[in-house]
Every structure is written in C-alpha cells, then in structure tokens.
C-alpha cells in the first residue's frame, strides 16, 4: 500500500462546475499538507498548503484536512478551462527530510 | 528575478552514455532535491541535499549521481547503470524544512534513443 494515495483520473468536468480532489495517507505523522498544480511539460507549482487539520480558502480554491480520518481534500469553485492541469497532493511530517507525493490528478475542464 | 533554472530542456541519451543535467538556483535556499516523474506514478525522490557537499540518497538513487559543490548548483548524472532513464526530471528547492512549500524547476525531458 502506498503511503499517500490519490485517484490519477482523467477527470473531465464542464466549465463553471465545482470539482472536488482527494488524497487518502496512511502516515498519522503527517502535519503539513500541500496541494500543486501541474501545466503539461512543466513543473510543479504551490497552489495551497495547510498545517494540521481545517481549512484554507484562496480566492476560488478551497483545501480541507481531515486528520482523523486520513484525508485531505482540494475544491476548485466556478472551474475555467485554465484550470485544466494535473494536481499533485503532498505531505510531510515535522522534521522529515521529504515530500511524500501522491499520483496526481489529471484535470481537463470543457468549455 | 530568483527562481531555478534546468538545462537542457530536451535531452537525448544513446544507450550505454552517462548525461548530466544541471539545476542552478538563485533563491538562496539550501536544500535541493532531484525528482523523476513518469506517467501515473507522481513523482519520486532520486537524491537531496541540505547543505553543500553533502547530499543522501532518496528512494530510487540507483543508476543516478549527484555532486554539491556549491549552494547553488545540483548537478544529476543518469548513468549507464539506469536500466529505464527515460523520464520527466525535476528539480526543486526548499527554504524551510518542517514547512514544505518546494519550489521547482521547469524539468529536463531525458529520452533514451
């Protein structure tokens, strides 16, 4: 079993619908959760990182931690074909010397 | 403007060649990490290092060598002995440890031909 686990898709939405990304880790060590974008043939960059359990919104992104249940989610409200990508969980536990990467999602939003 | 710069972009290899791509960052950050990067498998640790001239190995270092002379500089060489060199190669860096936030580079494409 991997220790971060999360659905690699294809997933296809129509634009303007809220989309919904998940990642289940077996690690209960892990405090600081991570979520990053992806654009074809390019590097990963930050969208949202949370510490511990709750939630963070930025503009029309929302992440959630549930520590008690393993699970952290991603919500993109009123999605844009920009948001077309492939999104990466990540996490890590204090003093860790890594990122522990999930599959990665890949995203396509139809206009 | 401070970021991380991968060259080449596109890199061939012919079998039995050693190749070395090239990670520079200007952000000042002291640990630097290798990924690699294959169609549904997320990414994967090769080697990192958090201060210069010291680095270990991370989950799939076989058949890959790394040098860090310089804070700036993380140098990847695929060697002959990686069986499956084709990949997706990133490099990233980190300013603090406990609080993640990796910044990466744009990534070598490394074919096999």
């Known amino acids: 079993q991997k220790e971060v686990e999360q659905d690699p898709g294809p997933l296809s939405v129509p634009e303007g619908a809220i989309v919904s990304l998940n990642c289940t880790y077996s690690?209960?060590?892990?405090?600081?959760f991570m979520w990053y974008r992806q654009y074809s043939r390019k590097g990963p960059e930050l969208l949202m990182y949370t510490y511990s359990s709750g939630n963070k919104e930025d503009g029309r992104f929302t992440a959630q931690v549930d520590k008690s249940s393993k699970y952290i989610s991603l919500f993109i409200r009123d999605s844009q074909p920009s948001d077309s990508a492939t999104y990466l969980c990540?996490?890590?536990?204090?003093?860790?010397?890594?990122?522990?990467f999930g599959q990665g999602t890949r995203l396509t939003i139809n206009p | 403007d401070g970021g991380i710069t991968q060259s080449p972009k596109y890199l061939f290899r012919k079998e039995g060649q050693n190749v070395t791509l090239s990670c520079e960052q200007n952000l000042n950050h002291d640990a630097m990490y290798w990924y690699r990067q294959d169609p549904g498998q997320g990414l994967r640790l090769i080697y990192y290092s958090h201060i210069v001239n010291d680095f270990q190995k991370g989950d799939i270092a076989e058949g890959y060598s790394v040098s860090r002379e310089k804070k700036e500089s993380f140098p990847l060489t695929v060697t002959s002995a990686q069986k499956n060199p084709t990949a997706f190669y990133l490099c990233a860096t980190l300013r603090d440890r406990d609080r993640g936030g990796y910044t990466f580079g744009s990534g070598t494409r490394l074919t096999v031909v």
């Open positions: 690690n209960s060590a892990f405090q600081y």
């Open positions: 990540a996490m890590t536990s204090q003093g860790a010397q890594k990122l522990v």
